[in-house]
């Protein structure tokens, strides 16, 4: 079964296979969240796998037929947790996807423009980085990532129109730049 198949509990099965199953479905996604909150401060694996060991510590209190919003909710919070804790500034680029484009240049282009997009984000605020990450990346409704971040409809939205100001603000001489060498 892949990760993007739906799958429907029979109601037979224990809440531990509940919760191995709910892990195997969500775990890439999560994955995903977790990287563009904590960017490379933290290991996104790491982030994941506490909140799932923290979420396997009580399993019997949660509902695990529906649990897309409980897992993304306990990984948000467990990056913020991660990055409050941490408070570095040194960051390691990863590589990105490889380009589309045929000249190697352009291939070294996009990597530049996804690292620099990277480490802007990278430079928000937390709950800018959140939300912006639950929206942008996950497309997920505002009133979700209110209830995700445990914050208002409106609180959100003011996050990520902030978050998306500051990321032009710090984008803006990189773009310059570009536009200048073309």
Not at 5 to 32: C, D, I, M, N, Y
Not at 146 to 171: C, D, F, N, S, Y
Request: net charge positive; with cysteine; glycine share 6%.
């Amino acid at each position: 079964m892949s990760s993007d198949e739906q799958w429907q509990p029979t109601g037979q099965e224990s809440t531990a296979e509940l919760f191995e199953k709910a892990v195997s479905l969500h775990t890439k996604r999560l994955l995903g969240i977790a990287r563009a909150i904590v960017g490379n401060r933290a290991s996104p694996e790491d982030v994941v796998q506490q909140a799932f060991m923290n979420l396997y510590q009580h399993r019997d209190r949660y509902d695990w037929r529906e649990p897309g919003g409980l897992l993304r909710r306990t990984v948000v919070n467990e990056a913020l947790r991660i990055l409050r804790q941490k408070k570095t500034t040194g960051l390691v680029e990863e590589g990105g996807p490889a380009s589309s484009e045929d000249t190697p240049v352009a291939g070294m282009i996009e990597n530049e423009t996804v690292a620099q997009v990277k480490r802007a984000i990278s430079r928000l605020p937390e709950h800018f980085r959140a939300a912006l990450v639950l929206c942008e990346y996950e497309n997920m409704p505002y009133a979700q990532i209110a209830e995700t971040l445990g914050a208002t409809v409106p609180q959100v939205k003011t996050w990520i129109h902030r978050a998306r100001r500051q990321l032009a603000e710090m984008l803006r001489p990189y773009v310059e730049g570009k536009e200048k060498r073309s």
